[in-house]
């Protein structure tokens, strides 16, 4: 990367090609405590904006999606700049339950029927593949964020009952996922649950979000990537050879490509439909390691909304759901006692042993998609710019794909699923 002198940042000249991209709501990410953020660990060193850049790739965003796309770019040899408002490691990332699932939001069985088996299976085994990349990237790197292989219990609910986890278990199994279906009293052996049955699955992970972010940050930062905020990139003008970036600094930045891995933040620059943002609220318990379900396995049903669970290291049962419409921060921020206590009496009655009284609760902006599905790719109408819309219950499974597919799209290579998770 090379520093340019200092002159207006704004690319004023090219104003009939710029994009402004200020949030088209002004959202606050995220409130309270989340239980990773309790260790008070420092975020990864950045600093300001003080002169123009020039620079392979600019990646807008300090979070997770910010740090996979990164370090996939450094992997290819480019030289990376990165810009954050608020700081690395400071949005949604830190809020995340960080549930490293294979299990797409929607199941197998109605995906298939909204956009084709085929297609279906491809989503789905990609998400798969997502979650092994990200455990052999962090053994890799030999970071330490507390990762652990686990199975998944999908138990039954009003979306799926005990026969659609039937047939939704037989449709894995055909394209070859580690998924079967249990009965009751194996369910029961496995989590203390008692329920008719299960889908268990193995493939999955769990992870402490924060750690895993500011260890991809360190990282990437000591293989050369450059850290700055607070900056605010505040427009984007696609020229013919470079796209320049205007910030709230005043400097600009002339990048090859520039990556979107603004998180919930949405803009005017990217609005695929069938993309919302909703609240959604969690809470970590205090650590009980002797009261745990015997497999620690990571627990979701197949409700909307879904109540979902998983244990920390130190023993905390970590739990989330009960999403709701985003109406604005303020009214999210003053639900989380009456949101929590629901949570917290719904965990009660799935896992009697444990106590569920919250040490820690949280609330955050949450985005979903019709289909489950992220939206990775190329911006339409904007050359050379490329967006992470991690959007759904997997969005860190989907942040690691997406390193896959932009870091290729900025190489010139194609990608098998780019048909699936296109912006278009
Ligand atoms: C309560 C909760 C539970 C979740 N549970 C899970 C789970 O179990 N499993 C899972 O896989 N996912 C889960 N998710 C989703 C997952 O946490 C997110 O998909 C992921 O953290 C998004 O990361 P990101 O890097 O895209 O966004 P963020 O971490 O929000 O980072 C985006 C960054 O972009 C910056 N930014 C935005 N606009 C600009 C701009 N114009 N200029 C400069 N900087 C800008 C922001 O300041 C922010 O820091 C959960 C999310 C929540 C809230």
């Given at each position: 990367?090379?520093?340019v ?22 959202l606050?990410?995220r ?24 620079v ?7 979070g ?16 990376v ?10 949005g ?5 339950t ?18 084709g088996t085929a ?10 593949s997502g ?5 052999a ?8 964020c507390?990762?652990?292989?686990r ?10 009952d005990?026969?659609?986890?039937r ?18 009293a ?55 050879r ?15 490509s ?24 969690a ?25 979902y ?18 109406e604005?921060d ?7 006692p009456?949101?929590?206590a ?22 955050g902006?949450?985005g ?23 959007f ?6 989907f ?20 048909d ?5």
């Amino acid at each position: 990367m090379a520093a340019v002198p200092p002159r207006a940042g704004r690319a004023k000249s090219n104003r009939a090609a710029l994009h402004a991209i200020d949030a088209i709501v002004p959202l606050k990410l995220r409130t309270g405590v989340p239980v990773w953020l309790a260790d008070g660990a420092r975020a990864p060193a950045s600093t300001a904006l003080v002169a123009n850049l020039k620079v392979d790739v600019a990646v807008i965003g300090g979070g997770i999606s910010g740090a996979l796309v990164t370090d996939a770019l450094l992997q290819a040899g480019l030289s990376v700049a990165v810009f954050d408002r608020i700081g690395f490691v400071r949005g949604s990332t830190p809020a995340s339950t960080a549930m490293l699932q294979f299990e797409i939001d929607q199941p197998l069985t109605t995906l298939g029927q909204r956009i084709g088996t085929a297609r279906a299976a491809r989503a789905w085994w990609r998400s798969a593949s997502g979650v092994a990349r990200l455990q052999a990237r962090i053994a890799d790197l030999g970071l330490r964020c507390d990762f652990r292989e686990r199975h998944t219990a999908y138990l039954p609910g009003t979306v799926l009952d005990l026969a659609g986890l039937r047939r939704e278990a037989a449709a894995r199994e055909r394209i070859g996922l580690r998924s079967v279906l249990i009965d009751r009293a194996a369910l029961l052996g496995l989590t203390g649950i008692d329920k008719p049955g299960a889908i268990w699955s193995a493939g999955s992970a769990e992870v402490d979000p924060a750690k895993l972010a500011r260890g991809l940050w360190r990282s990437a930062a000591k293989r050369g990537a450059m850290l700055h905020a607070p900056v605010e990139v505040i427009d984007i003008a696609p020229g013919k050879r470079r796209v320049t970036l205007g910030t709230d600094t005043g400097h600009g930045i002339s990048a090859g490509s520039v990556v979107l891995a603004t998180g919930y933040a949405l803009t005017k620059l990217l609005k695929p439909p069938g993309y919302r943002i909703i609240s959604t609220w969690a809470m970590a318990t205090a650590p009980q390691p002797d009261a745990l379900w015997p497999s620690r396995c990571l627990i979701w049903e197949a409700s909307d909304p879904y109540l979902y669970c998983r244990t920390m290291r130190d023993g905390r049962v970590v739990a989330g759901g009960e999403d709701a419409a985003f109406e604005d921060d303020a009214k999210r921020d003053a639900l989380i006692p009456a949101k929590v206590a629901r949570i917290g009496r719904k965990l009660q009655r799935l896992l009697p042993m444990i106590d569920t009284a919250a040490d820690f609760a949280w609330a955050g902006c949450f985005g979903e998609s019709s289909t489950g599905l992220p939206a990775i790719g190329a911006v339409p109408g904007a050359p050379r710019c490329y967006a992470v819309m991690g959007f759904g219950g997997n969005g860190i499974t989907f942040s690691a794909i997406a390193a896959e597919m932009v870091q290729r799209a900025i190489l010139g290579l194609p990608d098998p699923d780019a048909d699936l998770f296109g912006l278009g």
